[in-house]
């Protein structure tokens, strides 16, 4: 316990202390987030369409059902990220409390 007072009392934690808590203004989410989130999302929506249009189609046998299916469940790989990210964006966008960029800043 002795050494966690002395810690915080040394000047490396106050000045740790004093840029974390300097805040110059609502961050943004940088380009690369914007682009994987726009990747993953779009990916998820095309394996889904593929998937379904292939899967619910009468036109095919049942080996091609089977592949339709595949790509449905695959679709969930790149889909859940893109839409978790995509309303992480859109919640720090429209300033809803809660949902700050902090945790999707890679850049």
């Not at 002795?2 to 740790?16: H, P, Y």
């Not at 929506?45 to 299916?69: F, H, P, R």
């Amino acid at each position: 316990m002795e050494s966690l007072r002395k810690a915080r009392a040394s000047e490396t934690w106050q000045d740790a202390r004093i840029l974390s808590s300097s805040s110059s203004g609502p961050r943004s989410i940088g380009l690369k987030t914007k682009l994987a989130i726009l990747t993953f999302l779009l990916l998820g929506v095309g394996m889904l369409i593929a998937g379904g249009s292939i899967y619910w189609s009468g036109d095919y046998g049942e080996n091609q059902k089977k592949t339709g299916l595949d790509l449905l469940v695959c679709s969930c790989i790149p889909l859940l990220p893109g839409l978790y990210g995509a309303v992480m964006w859109m919640g720090q966008a429209q300033g809803w409390h809660g949902y700050s960029s902090m945790s999707l800043n890679y850049d």
